[in-house]
Every structure is written in C-alpha cells, then in structure tokens.
C-alpha cells in the first residue's frame, strides 16, 4: 500500500524525513539527558537544551498496542483493515506506526512480539513500518 | 465582586439542549448554538442584555456574540476538544468570581452529522498528527483514540466483553429516554457481534453521530438567588483541566491518564467534599473504554477494578453510583465535543428534572475528554451551595 496521507516535513522534522528516504530510523537524542526522545523538536521536552542530536537507531522495537482500522476511509484506494500500532524502540521512544507482513487479525498480533523497520513509500515520502522481527 | 471561584460561589442558573438532538439537515452549525443560547437564557429567566461574558469551543467566538446581539467585556475561546466546557464553566466561574465578567452564555453546537454550515475539515500534513499519525490510517477518533486500549486491557486483565458491558449498563438509561439515538435492548453478546470498526471496538462500543447543542449560563450565587431559576441553581463546587500529549502515541502512560488524575483531584480538594458524597457520575464516553480509565483515574474505585464495578451494576438505574445517565455518548446523543452534554444532563439530575430521574441528587461529578487523550476537564457540582 503506498497511496493514503502524505506526511510534509517542518524545518524542524526535516531529519526525520531524510532518514527515511535513506532508509534510516532516525531519532533525537538529549546530550545532557542522554535520552532518546519522539516527535522531533529541536530542543529536549525534559530539559529545554538545544544541545540534542538526530542519531540512527536499531530500528528494533515491541508491540505496545494496537487497533485494527476495518475502515481507512476514503484518504485510502484500498479498504483492506489497516493494523495502527504503537511501538516502543528499543531506544525508549513510542510510535505511531503500521505493522505489515502479517494477516491484519488478532492472533497474528500478540503484545510484546519484537518488530523491526521497514520503509514504505507514501507519495514523495517514505513511512517507517515495522514487521515481526527474524526469528520472532 | 471578588471571591472565591470555587465552593459554591458560582451557578449555573441556565441549562438547555437545542429544541432537538439527533438528525437535524435543517440547522446550520451556528443556529445549533443560538437555539441553545436563547433557550438556556430564557431557562435562567435573565434578560440577554445582562450577558457580559461569551465563551464557545469550535467557532470564532465573536460571530457567536454577534449573531446573538451581544457585544461582550469578556470572551473565552478556550478549544481543547469535548472536554472545552467543562474547561469553560472553570473559566467563566474564576471570571465571574474575579468581577472581569458578571453574566456568562456559553454555547455548544455542532452538525457532527449532517455537517450544515460546517468548514471544511483537512487535516494539515505539516502538523504533528498529519505527519507522525495520520498517514498510518488514524485519521478519526475511532481509529486513533482506540489505539491504547489493547494494552489498558492486557494490563488489567480486561477483555472484550468488560467494553461491551460498558455499552450494555449505559443502554439501560437510553432505553425509556425518547431523545436518545439508540434505545434498543442489548447485550453482551449483540455488542460484540456488531460491526466491527477497529478491532477491539464493534460500532456499538462507538458513539452515535449526531447533531445538536447546548447552552448553559453561568453567574453569581448572589445574582442567582434574584433570578425566576433561583430554586433551580447549580452550583460550582470545585474543578480541574490539564492537557497531556497533541498526539495518542505519545500519552505518558498507556493504561492511565495524567489530567483524568490531576483535574479530578484538583476538583475534589477545591469542593472540598470526598468521593463517598458524590452520587451521580458523567464520564464522557466517546467509547466504551472510557468510563474504565475514568472510573480508576479519578479515584471512584482502585485499579483494575472498574470492568467488575461496571459488570456489577453499580453504574446502572438503581445502582450505587449512577453514570451517564441519559444513557451518554455511546447511546443517548454525540456531536463532536460531547461535553457540554454531560454537563447537561448533571445539571437536569441535580435540579430533578432527568428524564430518567435518580432520586435525591446533591452532588455529581463530570469528567470530560477531549482530542483523543489530548485534555481533561472534571467538575464537582451541587445544587446546594455549599
Ligand atoms: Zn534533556
């Protein structure tokens, strides 16, 4: 699936939005607080420092929730159930995100499964999605 | 006059619904609010002359004093979703009692579903939402609000049936209420098998789409006691707001939300009463999960214990603690920002005058949402004044 909502970077998520494309996840990263943080702003939201870095990360990441759309809606060509999950990377941060590469049913989705990125093209954007991990 | 905002200081000594609720293609979004507005001030029996202070969530607030004729000393366009009047009835309660506003009309209305009068609503792809969630299909509340819950219920132990039997205890208030939207009987079993719209949730664990408004005014209890309404007053006790994260995926805690613990416990330590003297409980319930998280966060049962309180039913006609007792968002009506219609039926309950009536009212609590798990809103209020 590539058509749907097309993501438009700010200045500010710019990043982001290059690292995809690149094929990267990339996330910022406190100096002082040494902690990954989600979404992109170009200071810390714990300590207000602009002292904080745009880092690739592993791209490793558990099922925190999810719900199954039954239906997208006409932002979407295609009406298959879409699975909208929130993940956490194993860097700390939590994400919105779609889990493809399995039946969009309940007991292909357990909680906790370890996921891994992938990247999507969507309009002239490239989304970050996650898949179960090899070997999970 | 400057006072306390807070302990009774303040009433709501005008309360209306438009004329109608439900499917109205014959009513532009803002007539929605002025139907309520005359309605709610003709309720308080107070000449629109002695409104000096207009509030609204949604639309520009200066069209909604104009088309009334009014030219305002004080406005409020608080817009922090459903949650907005509860937010707004704070505002306008802290206005009055610091004498920046005297008499207070807010206003709520919203063709939610047959979009009369409405802008256009496009989502902007630079937003934070529109590039971090939109694009992954949570574009509508059913598909973006819903998100956390699997995990609330696997950290609780909660299944599917405990939502549907949310929707099960709520529908008996609707059932004898003729102005509410779904009044079929229904069980657990019904709820689950109704057409799914984003797994866990079927439609039935989904509000209803609906048109319709609201309006209260909001003045002095000193003003109160001269008006024709004076035995029917309603008085603001205590409140709380707080926002938490512009997006669901960002919530600090899945199972638990900040402003529901904060705004509530602000609310009860500014009333000044405990949780064992209220009696009548609105929980703005956009869906089904939604009294759950509140019922725990706000403190009226522990955590993990709000499925049984509900399966139980503590929440339903007859019950300890009666809850959205015009059968609430999921049955009885919903327009967008729901709000204003839990504050509503509080304050038909506390003056007597609830379709479905729970005897001897004197206190309830109003918990509301808004932008997904964006904003709370809670008040305490009574219809004594102290
Ligand atoms: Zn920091």
């Known amino acids: 699936m590539t058509d749907g909502p097309v993501p438009r970077p700010t200045p500010e998520t710019l990043p982001f939005w290059e690292g995809t494309a690149a094929g990267e996840l990339r ?19 714990k300590c207000l420092s602009s002292d904080v870095a745009w880092e690739k990360v592993s791209g490793n990441a558990t099922l925190a929730s999810y719900n199954i759309n039954y239906r997208p809606g006409p932002a979407f060509s295609s009406q298959d159930p879409l699975v909208i999950a929130l993940v956490e990377l194993d860097e700390g941060p939590r994400m919105m995100t779609n889990i493809v590469g399995v039946p969009a049913e309940p007991e292909a989705l357990p909680l906790g499964m370890r996921l891994t990125v992938g990247f999507q093209p969507r309009g002239d954007q490239f989304l970050p999605v996650f898949s179960p991990a090899e070997g999970a | 006059m400057t006072t306390s905002m807070h302990g009774g200081n303040i009433a709501i000594v005008g309360a209306s619904e438009t004329e109608r609720v439900g499917v109205l293609p014959d009513v532009s979004m803002i007539h929605l609010h002025t139907d ?30 104009d088309q009334l004729g009014i030219r305002p000393r004080w406005v409020d366009g608080t817009m922090i979703g459903g949650c907005s009047f509860m937010a707004l009835v704070r505002h306008a309660s802290a206005a009055i009692a610091a004498g920046a506003a005297n008499v207070v009309l807010i206003t709520h209305g919203e063709s939610g579903r047959s979009r009369v009068g409405v802008p256009g609503y496009a989502p902007a792809p630079t937003s934070i939402a529109g590039q971090f969630e939109h694009p992954y299909g949570a574009l509508a509340p059913y598909s973006s609000f819903t998100t956390p819950v699997l995990a609330f219920m696997k950290e609780r132990g909660f299944t599917r049936e405990d939502l549907a039997e949310v929707v099960v205890a709520q529908r008996q208030w609707a059932i004898p209420n003729e102005r509410a939207q779904r009044r079929a009987q229904i069980d657990v079993e019904g709820v689950l098998n109704a057409p799914p719209i984003a797994y866990p949730f079927t439609r039935d664990m989904c509000c209803v789409v609906t048109d ?68 009548h409980l609105m929980f703005y319930d956009a869906f089904a999960h939604l009294p759950l998280y509140m019922l725990e966060d706000t403190g009226f049962v522990g955590k993990g214990e709000s499925a049984a309180f509900i399966k139980e039913g503590h929440t339903r006609p007859g019950g300890k603690l009666p809850m959205n ?35 001897d ?6 918990q509301g949402v808004g932008f997904m798990f964006g904003a709370g809103g809670s008040l305490i209020l009574s219809n004594q004044p102290a």
Do not use: K, W
Request: charged letters at 20%; proline letters at 5%.
């Open chain 2, 325 to 359: 007792t015009q059968g609430g968002g999921l049955s009885y009506t919903h327009s967008g920002m729901y709000g204003m219609f839990a504050i509503q039926e509080a304050v038909r309950q506390l003056r007597g005058e609830a379709v479905v009536q729970v005897p």
């Open chain 2, 361 to 366: 009212v004197r206190l309830s609590f109003v």
């Open chain 2, 212 to 279: 319709g408004g609201g309006a209260l005014v909001v003045t002095s209890a000193e003003r109160a006691r001269d008006l024709p309404s004076a035995g029917r007053a309603v008085y603001v006790l205590g409140s709380g707001e707080g926002t938490g994260s512009v997006i669901v995926s960002q919530m600090d805690d899945l199972d638990s939300f900040g402003p529901f613990r904060n705004g509530s416990r602000e609310a009860f330590e500014t009333a000044g009463v405990a949780h064992a003297d209220i009696d």
């Open chain 2, 36 to 65: 309520a507005a005359r309605r709610a001030l003709a309720d308080a029996g107070i000449d629109i002359r002695e409104v000096d202070g207009v509030a609204t969530a949604g639309p520009n607030v200066i069209e909604l004093a």
């Open chain 1, 27 to 45: 996330i910022q990263r406190c100096t002082p607080c040494d902690e990954f943080y989600f979404y992109p702003r170009p200071f810390c939201p």
